[in-house]
Each structure stands twice: as structure tokens, then as C-alpha cells.
Nanobody, 121 residues
Framework: QVQPVESGGGFVQAGGSLSLSCVAS????????MAWFRQAPGKERDFVAR????????SYADTVKGRFTISKDNAKNTVYLQMNSLKPEDTAVYYC??????????????WGQGTQVTVSS
């Protein structure tokens, strides 16, 4: 139904910036929130940031707070992750996912294939 596709990953020096985009295929009629996750080699997948469907509410992992900004454009079915002051520990594959609220907590139904972000020192 919804297929997120990430783009914008690449190589950057420590202290630099990258902007990631996540586009959902086709028209989306379900009001999903969106979230970014990341996974470094040999580590668990970690939450990075989330944003409500309206864009009126967002939250961040402590590790990226103050450096990353999540935003979205519903007309373009796109969510963005602006990453500033990048650190080598930010190196990971970044994934975009839809977020759906349930009584048991959020569910992430649809995932992109990921985009690699590599930060060198």
C-alpha cells in the first residue's frame, strides 16, 4: 500500500551536514506519522526521530537532539531528516518507516530499504 524510499545518504566529514528524504509511493490516504531509524554494523536498530502526520509534533533520540531536524511535506508525501554537526558515531544505514498508533504503542508497518550515511573524522 505504501512503499517508502530513502535517498540523500553519502559520505561526509565530521561536523558536516546531510539531508535525507523519504518519499512514499503513490497517493497516501491513511494519516501515518513517520519516523527515522538507523542501524550501525553489529548493533540494534535505533530510533532517531519521529513526526506526526500533521507535522505539529516531533521527538528525537537524545543522541541526535539539537543536531537533527525532522520535517515533512504532505503534498509531496515526503519526510526529511536534516542532519547537522555529524559525528562518526552517526555512521549507519538510515531507514524511514510509517508510524501508526495502537493501544499497545506505535507500529511501523512499512519500511524503506535504507540509505547509507558515513561520517569520517
Amino acid at each position: 500500500q505504501v512503499q517508502p524510499v530513502e535517498s540523500g545518504g553519502g559520505f561526509v566529514q565530521a561536523g558536516g551536514s546531510l539531508s535525507l528524504s523519504c518519499v512514499a509511493s503513490g497517493r497516501t490516504f491513511i494519516h501515518y506519522g513517520m519516523a527515522w531509524f538507523r542501524q550501525a554494523p553489529g548493533k540494534e536498530r535505533d530510533f532517531v526521530a519521529r513526526i506526526s502526520w500533521s507535522g505539529g509534533a516531533s521527538s528525537y533520540a537524545d543522541t541526535v537532539k539539537g543536531r537533527f531536524t525532522i520535517s515533512k511535506d504532505n503534498a509531496k508525501n515526503t519526510v526529511y531528516l536534516q542532519m547537522n554537526s555529524l559525528k562518526p558515531e552517526d555512521t549507519a544505514v538510515y531507514y524511514c518507516a510509517t508510524e501508526r498508533a495502537t493501544p499497545q504503542g506505535p507500529k511501523y508497518d512499512y519500511w524503506g530499504q535504507g540509505t547509507q550515511v558515513t561520517v569520517s573524522s
